[in-house]
């Protein structure tokens, strides 16, 4: 394994464990000051190939954590997790949060553009978006 690979490995698990703990000593409020909008995001720019072997490298790492990791690790957890290391690393990928009130579900997903790149696109267009960073972002 390549030396990136193992520091993006770590860096993935840190994230994910950094998240569990903020979020369990703190709730939810802390995550959303401290993750997702503590500051204005850039606007949206067109992906280099780099970026998007970055982006799927990270989702497939963030996943294969999330699976083996020993506490709970949901959809919030792997979507907060990877936004927080894309957005970083200044990737225009955004965080969308949305619910369904019959049988209640709320779910969190990742897109860029639009276009859902964590999930099933069939599954997250019948929930109700409640959240999505988009809207933070600069024009």
């Known amino acids: 394994m390549c030396m990136s690979r193992v520091i993006n490995r770590f860096l993935v698990y840190k994230t994910v464990l950094s998240f569990n703990r903020n979020l369990k000593k703190y709730g939810f409020s802390y995550v959303n000051e401290e993750y997702l909008i503590k500051d204005t995001l850039p606007p949206l720019k067109d992906l280099t190939e780099t970026d998007l072997d970055y982006i799927k490298e990270i989702l497939k790492m963030v996943e294969d954590t999330c699976l083996l990791f020993f506490n709970e690790a949901r959809c919030l ?15 225009p990928i955004d965080l969308v949060i949305g619910v369904s009130k019959k049988p209640f579900i709320s779910h969190a997903w990742l897109e860029f553009n639009g276009q859902v790149i ?9 929930l109700s978006v409640q959240f999505n960073t988009f809207n933070l972002r600069r024009e």
Request: charged fraction near 35%.
């Open 118 to 126: 964590n999930d099933a696109p069939e599954f997250v267009e019948k």
């Open 77 to 91: 957890h792997r979507s907060v997790s990877a936004y927080h290391i894309f957005r970083k690393k200044q990737l």
